[in-house]
């Protein structure tokens, strides 16, 4: 069984690199000409996808095989008033990102941001919605990269779970094969549980991405190693293993909040657990405050307490 680590969006290691910068919709309006407002999104987007390209390198040169994308790379590109044509000014710079990341192996998806709410009452927000992940399978279109997937939540809870989850279904049916194809659905930990959402990934038949510390804060009494084995075969028809997300509560058990860190002993019941009842490769997005360092320091730990598993790589074990 092996286990690969990733990190989210922004390598702490690298001083003043980031992907992530932006571009308010109030600044934009305050410049005077169209030119001026053109060259600014174009500076900011050049910056971006250059830093990216160094955050990628940076994650070849250290044996780091999966990367969560910032959904900030092209600043205002989704935004209704701002219909700027980015492709015509980056194709070639993203084609060479997937190019990087394609040759390296290395695994890329997104997480669009928790105001993407497929099931939404609001007709506007559905709207908004669609739009945004269209942007988000444009950019691993442009990049060529066919892997890539797309995190979201079931979202809205508007008129109880099971009128929720019926208009979460519904809605998803309408949206194009391009979107329906790169999702990937999460538990959250608030309203919708493993459970929940696992029934739903096997009527829509999608694969399902099981955030350990959502379940934690909320579940209805179900064990997680009853339902791995149904959870890890929502990806049987996929081309890459499946992928859980992993991170440690602040303060308290159920604290929402992550923590700067991974607790090695939680981490390692988890992979005990998997082992256990799936015996399977998978990955593990480390969601923690401390990003790369958070999965540096995990490994680390890992070699401390001797766990039973064999290093491979800087983020990568055999069990």
């Known amino acids: 069984m092996i286990i690969r680590l990733g990190y989210v969006a922004i390598a702490l290691n690298l001083k003043n690199i980031t992907s992530s910068s932006t571009v308010t919709f109030a600044n934009y309006n305050k410049l005077k000409s169209e030119d001026e407002k053109l060259r600014k999104l174009k500076r900011v987007t050049f910056s971006n996808?250059?830093?990216?390209?160094t955050i990628l390198k940076y994650n070849i040169e250290?044996?780091?095989?999966?990367y969560r994308l910032t959904s900030k790379l092209i600043p205002l590109s989704t935004h209704p008033e701002v219909a700027w044509n980015y492709e015509k000014y980056f194709s070639k710079e993203l084609k060479a990102v997937g190019n990087?990341?394609?040759?390296?192996n290395m695994?890329?998806?997104?997480?669009?941001?928790q105001f993407n709410v497929i099931n939404s009452v609001k007709d506007?927000?559905?709207?908004d919605t669609l739009r945004n992940l269209n942007h988000a399978v444009d950019l691993f279109d442009l990049m060529k990269y066919d892997d890539g997937k797309l995190v979201i939540h079931i979202g809205s809870s508007a008129g109880g779970k099971d009128e929720s989850i019926h208009r979460f279904i519904s809605n998803y049916k309408?949206?194009?094969k391009r979107i329906r194809e790169r999702l990937i659905l999460e538990n959250d930990d608030k309203v919708f549980t493993v459970k929940d959402v696992l029934e739903i990934c096997?009527?829509?038949?999608?694969?399902m991405v099981v955030d350990v510390h959502h379940h934690n804060c909320k579940n209805n009494g179900e064990k997680l190693k009853d339902l791995l084995p149904r959870i890890f075969s929502t990806w049987n028809s996929e081309s890459l293993p499946p992928k859980i997300h992993f991170s440690t509560p602040k303060e308290g058990e159920i604290d929402r909040k992550h923590a700067d860190y991974i607790d090695v002993n939680?981490?390692?019941r988890f992979l005990d657990l998997v082992k256990v009842n799936v015996d399977r490769d998978f990955d593990v997005m480390i969601e923690a405050k401390k990003k790369d360092q958070a999965l540096f320091k995990l490994m680390n730990d890992l070699r401390k307490i001797n766990y039973k598993c064999k290093f491979i790589d800087n983020s990568t074990i055999e069990i």
């Open 100 to 104: 990087l990341i394609k040759s390296s």
């Open 62 to 66: 250290n044996n780091i095989h999966f």
């Open 124 to 127: 506007n927000v559905v709207e």
């Open 266 to 268: 939680d981490f390692c």
């Open 49 to 53: 996808i250059e830093d990216l390209e």
């Open 202 to 207: 096997e009527v829509i038949k999608v694969p």
């Open 174 to 176: 309408t949206f194009p």
């Open 107 to 113: 695994r890329l998806d997104a997480h669009p941001d």
